[in-house]
Structure formats: structure tokens, C-alpha cells
């Protein structure tokens, strides 16, 4: 059984030959990795038999992004960042933080119309997709297609960058019409990316990754209701037109967003990603027990906590744990909650795959 067999299998809420399995690791991990090991991200892959594997995308051609005094550059979207080194226990880590959110002054809905920053789908080649999506086709793994952590479908993230994050959570309750003009262009930009990336892929893609954080540690940031009003619509309409293509959909969210899920499920949602097991309410095994007859899920491995900090035994004992929770009768994918970062020692992510080699098969042990 080959791994898009295997996870196809599984994402039909039955069982494989085993728990199909899935990497994310940051360029921190990466460059620690090879310089521990000797391994690099494709070699590590391919060792450990990682069954999704993730396409470039389509390549920027559109205007110069901007470049700008002390190191920030612009994006797409006209935001501005700044790239902060952090020392984090075996590395570093780089990170963009935004430096000016270019409609944080903007009172009205004309002047969120008038920016003249807002991206066309047109300023991407997307001619490379097939053959980035025939490579991991070949091989029989699953293609899929996420982007990169800034330009990924989502629709609160943008706002957040392009108005400023209190400011459009503000916006949302006390200029409701200005939020939903910023949230428009986001959606209709995504829906022309994501038509093209479908047609360019020749019906070789398997999985579209959304990533739009909806929660905190301690609960969702937007009621279910809010949810409703400002973002089911675009959460739709990107999932509708994934499967008219015959892809489905896996979406992330960080944090604690239980009373969220159905609204993820009436929305068409396939597979939600991380499962953050120290955010409140989102005990694997009660997630499963609720929606996983109409829901897969993929992560649940603590980035925050196990992996960094735990024993080799610790982080074996939490895949097991997951595995009993969540890959009973298929709907699950083994994955940590998100990347690997420099601070988890190339040992524990050798524990972690040897985990799911050795518990993830089925029929799973009792």
C-alpha cells in the first residue's frame, strides 16, 4: 500500500495498513538537523517513510515587493516585517514580525477600497505546479499544497496583518462593514490563487492546506456566532471550490476551538490540523468521541511541551496515547501540533517517528 493509497484510506474514515504519517519542521530544525546528523529535511523524509509531502506553489512574478530601511521588506499584501532572530534551546529560530500594517489608519470602507496594494492572482506563475505535484505523485506519496506561512488561505490572519490585530477585532464589532470589505478582498484574492493552483495541477493534487488560527490557548478568538457572520462564508467557498476539483481540504488552527468545529463541519471541512494539547477543551479523545465520525484529524503532538523539554519514553508515550484516542477506525493523520522547531533535539524527533512506526500500525494494539 503506497502512502496516497494509505491516506486516502484513512481520510474515508477507514482503516489502513497503518496511521498515515506526516512531518512539519521549521528552518531552525532543519539546519540543526544537518548540522547533528547529517541529514537533510528530503533525507529525513524519505528515512522515515513521511506519507504527505508538500508542493512549492507557484512562483512571484508580479511587482518588486518592497524593500525598505533596518532590514524590513514588504509582502504581497503591502505589510511590512521585520526579521527577528530568537535563541531558543539547540538554535535559532528567524522570525517576520510585522512592522506597519498599512490600513491600521483607514476609517472607511472606500479607503479600504482605494489601497493600492491589494495583490492579483496574476502576479504568479503557475506552470510549475503539475510537474511539483507529478514528482510526489511518482513516488506515491500524497501531494499537497499549503504555501508559505504568509501567504497561506486564511482570511482572519491577513486582516490581522493588513489592519493591525486589535484593530480588526475591534473592527468586527464597532465597524462591522470596514472588516467585511478587508475580509472580501482577502477572500476573492484566495479564491482566484486557488482556482488557478487547482487548474495548473492537472488533478494531481490531493490535499489543500487552509491555516487561519481562530483560537487562544483558552478558547476561541471569535464567538461561534461572529464566526458565522464575518467568516463562514469564505471558509465555504475555498472548500467548495477545492472539492469541485477533487481535492480535500485539511485546515490549521492554532489553540482552543472546539465550539468552532461544527461550524468547520456544515462548512464541508475535512481534516483539522493541530489538536494543541495544551489549549483548553481539546482532549483528543473527546474530539474524536463528538466529531470524528464526521471529521478527520491530523496532529495532536505537543510542540510546546513533549517535544522540546520531554524524555525520548515521554514523547513515545504520548504518541500512543494519541493513537489510542484518535486512530481507531481511520480519520487520523500523526503529526505534531506544528513544526518541529530548533529546540527538540534530533533524538526525540528519531523517538517520535520510531513511535509511530512501531504503534501506528493496524490492527492497533490494545
Same mark, same amino acid.
Given at each position: 500500500?503506497?502512502?496516497?493509497e494509505?491516506?486516502?484510506?484513512a481520510l474515508n474514515?477507514?482503516? @489502513?495498513?497503518?496511521?498515515?504519517?506526516?512531518c512539519w519542521m521549521?528552518?531552525?530544525?532543519?539546519r540543526r538537523?544537518?548540522?547533528e546528523?547529517g541529514?537533510?529535511?528530503?533525507?529525513f523524509?524519505?528515512r522515515h517513510?513521511?506519507d504527505?509531502?508538500y508542493i512549492?506553489g507557484p512562483?512571484?512574478?508580479?511587482?518588486?515587493l518592497g524593500?525598505?530601511?533596518g532590514?524590513v521588506?514588504?509582502d504581497?499584501?503591502g505589510?511590512r516585517r521585520q526579521?527577528?532572530?530568537v535563541d531558543?534551546?539547540g538554535?535559532?529560530?528567524?522570525?517576520r514580525?510585522?512592522?506597519?500594517s498599512p490600513?491600521?489608519?483607514c476609517?472607511t470602507v472606500?479607503?479600504?477600497?482605494?489601497?493600492?496594494?491589494?495583490?492579483? @492572482?496574476?502576479?504568479?506563475?503557475?506552470?510549475p505546479?503539475?510537474?511539483q +505535484?507529478?514528482?510526489?505523485?511518482?513516488?506515491?506519496?500524497?501531494a499537497?499544497?499549503m504555501?508559505? %506561512?504568509?501567504?497561506?488561505?486564511a482570511?482572519l490572519?491577513?486582516a490581522?496583518y493588513?489592519r493591525?490585530?486589535?484593530?480588526?477585532?475591534?473592527?468586527?464589532?464597532?465597524n462591522?462593514?470596514?472588516a467585511?470589505?478587508?475580509?472580501?478582498?482577502?477572500?476573492?484574492?484566495?479564491?482566484?490563487?486557488?482556482?488557478?493552483?487547482?487548474?495548473?495541477?492537472g488533478g494531481?493534487?490531493?490535499l489543500?492546506?487552509?491555516?487561519?488560527?481562530?483560537?487562544s490557548?483558552?478558547?476561541?478568538?471569535?464567538s461561534?456566532?461572529?464566526?458565522g457572520?464575518?467568516?463562514?462564508?469564505?471558509f465555504?467557498?475555498?472548500?467548495?471550490l477545492?472539492h469541485? +476539483?477533487?481535492?480535500q481540504?485539511?485546515?490549521?488552527t +492554532?489553540g482552543?476551538v472546539?465550539p468552532?468545529i461544527?461550524?468547520?463541519?456544515d462548512?464541508g471541512?475535512d481534516?483539522?490540523?493541530?489538536?494543541?494539547?495544551?489549549?483548553?477543551?481539546?482532549d483528543?479523545?473527546r474530539?474524536?468521541?463528538e466529531?470524528g465520525? %464526521?471529521l478527520a484529524f491530523?496532529?495532536?503532538?505537543?510542540i510546546?511541551q513533549?517535544? @522540546?523539554?520531554?524524555?525520548?519514553?515521554?514523547v513515545?508515550?504520548?504518541?500512543?496515547?494519541?493513537v489510542a484516542?484518535?486512530a481507531?477506525g481511520?480519520?487520523?493523520?500523526?503529526?505534531?501540533?506544528?513544526?518541529?522547531q530548533a529546540?527538540v533535539?534530533p533524538?526525540?524527533?528519531e523517538?517520535?517517528?520510531?513511535?509511530?512506526?512501531?504503534l501506528g500500525?493496524?490492527?492497533l494494539?490494545?
Amino acid at each position: 500500500m503506497d502512502s496516497r493509497e494509505r491516506t486516502l484510506i484513512a481520510l474515508n474514515h477507514e482503516e @489502513p495498513d497503518r496511521v498515515p504519517v506526516d512531518c512539519w519542521m521549521s528552518a531552525g530544525f532543519e539546519r540543526r538537523l544537518a548540522a547533528e546528523t547529517g541529514l537533510s529535511r528530503a533525507d529525513f523524509l524519505d528515512r522515515h517513510d513521511v506519507d504527505l509531502r508538500y508542493i512549492a506553489g507557484p512562483d512571484y512574478i508580479g511587482p518588486p515587493l518592497g524593500r525598505f530601511d533596518g532590514g524590513v521588506d514588504g509582502d504581497i499584501w503591502g505589510v511590512r516585517r521585520q526579521a527577528v532572530e530568537v535563541d531558543v534551546g539547540g538554535g535559532r529560530e528567524t522570525y517576520r514580525e510585522v512592522a506597519h500594517s498599512p490600513l491600521a489608519s483607514c476609517t472607511t470602507v472606500g479607503e479600504v477600497e482605494a489601497y493600492d496594494h491589494w495583490p492579483s @492572482p496574476d502576479w504568479f506563475d503557475y506552470s510549475p505546479i503539475e510537474a511539483q +505535484c507529478r514528482a510526489i505523485g511518482d513516488q506515491g506519496r500524497v501531494a499537497v499544497f499549503m504555501g508559505d %506561512r504568509l501567504n497561506r488561505l486564511a482570511q482572519l490572519k491577513p486582516a490581522m496583518y493588513l489592519r493591525g490585530v486589535e484593530r480588526i477585532f475591534v473592527d468586527l464589532v464597532d465597524n462591522p462593514d470596514l472588516a467585511r470589505a478587508i475580509i472580501g478582498r482577502i477572500r476573492d484574492f484566495y479564491l482566484g490563487y486557488a482556482e488557478r493552483i487547482f487548474a495548473a495541477a492537472g488533478g494531481r493534487l490531493d490535499l489543500l492546506l487552509m491555516g487561519d488560527d481562530f483560537g487562544s490557548q483558552r478558547g476561541p478568538l471569535v464567538s461561534p456566532a461572529m464566526w458565522g457572520e464575518f467568516l463562514a462564508e469564505g471558509f465555504a467557498a475555498y472548500i467548495d471550490l477545492a472539492h469541485s +476539483c477533487d481535492v480535500q481540504v485539511m485546515h490549521h488552527t +492554532c489553540g482552543s476551538v472546539r465550539p468552532l468545529i461544527p461550524s468547520f463541519i456544515d462548512r464541508g471541512l475535512d481534516v483539522l490540523q493541530s489538536l494543541q494539547p495544551e489549549a483548553e477543551d481539546m482532549d483528543p479523545a473527546r474530539l474524536k468521541a463528538e466529531f470524528g465520525q %464526521r471529521l478527520a484529524f491530523h496532529g495532536g503532538l505537543s510542540i510546546q511541551q513533549t517535544l @522540546p523539554f520531554g524524555t525520548e519514553a515521554e514523547v513515545r508515550a504520548e504518541v500512543a496515547a494519541r493513537v489510542a484516542a484518535l486512530a481507531p477506525g481511520g480519520g487520523y493523520i500523526l503529526g505534531t501540533s506544528h513544526n518541529l522547531q530548533a529546540d527538540v533535539s534530533p533524538a526525540n524527533a528519531e523517538a517520535l517517528f520510531g513511535a509511530y512506526r512501531d504503534l501506528g500500525s493496524y490492527p492497533l494494539r490494545g
